[in-house]
Each structure stands twice: as structure tokens, then as C-alpha cells.
């Protein structure tokens, strides 16, 4: 069984950064891609960032320039670098793993 376990979400101002953790464990046997999605209140899950195996990243043109993902530990675990968030950027921020394992969410809240 695959286990992902988000950290370092919470509420930040506006302009301010955060950075998201998540680390994959159980029956792993290959990592193709890990990466983040988030859900706002009343809208569908949408793709923030991905990484694959040989360090090719894609990320949403939302996040362009503001987001960073990086993986670690052998790649089991992924991080997300948020600079700059806006208000639009509150949502609960998933991690996924081969497209397939979701962790259980964290909350990011961008207010002042």
C-alpha cells in the first residue's frame, strides 16, 4: 500500500511564500511522476505542477514563474516552493504520485 503525506500548509498573506512537503511510502516500486493539484472551494481539481523521473517539469500557466516543484530522498519526496501567492492561489493543495495516489490534502489560505 502507497501512502502520501502533505505538509506546510496554512494561511499567508498576500505576496507571501510557503512550501508545501509530501512524502510517498509503502509498496513503491517506481516513481514515474509525482506532483500537485488543487481544489478551490466549488471548483474542480486542477493541475499545478508535475515532475517525472528524469527531473522534466510542466506547471500550469497560473503558476509560471511563482511555483517551483523539486523532488528528494531518492525522489519519495516532492516539494512545492510558493512565492508570491495571490488570494486565487486558496485551495486545498493534493499530492499525487503516478497519477494513480493521492494524499490526503493540505490548506492554503491566502489572505490578508
Known amino acids: 500500500q502507497v501512502r502520501l503525506v502533505e505538509s506546510g500548509g496554512g494561511l499567508v498573506q498576500p505576496g507571501g511564500s510557503l512550501r508545501l512537503s509530501c512524502v510517498a511510502s509503502?509498496?513503491?516500486?517506481?516513481?514515474?511522476?509525482m506532483g500537485w493539484y488543487r481544489q478551490a472551494l466549488g471548483k474542480e481539481r486542477e493541475l499545478v505542477a508535475t515532475?517525472?523521473?528524469?527531473?522534466?517539469?510542466n506547471y500550469a500557466d497560473s503558476v509560471k514563474g511563482r511555483f517551483t516543484i523539486s523532488t528528494a530522498n531518492a525522489k519519495n519526496t516532492v516539494y512545492l516552493q510558493m512565492n508570491s501567492l495571490k488570494p486565487e492561489d486558496t485551495a486545498v493543495y493534493y499530492c499525487n504520485m503516478n497519477l494513480g495516489y493521492w494524499g490526503q490534502g493540505t490548506q492554503v489560505t491566502v489572505s490578508s
Open positions: 515532475i517525472a523521473s528524469d527531473g522534466s517539469t
Open positions: 509503502g509498496r513503491i516500486f517506481s516513481i514515474v511522476t
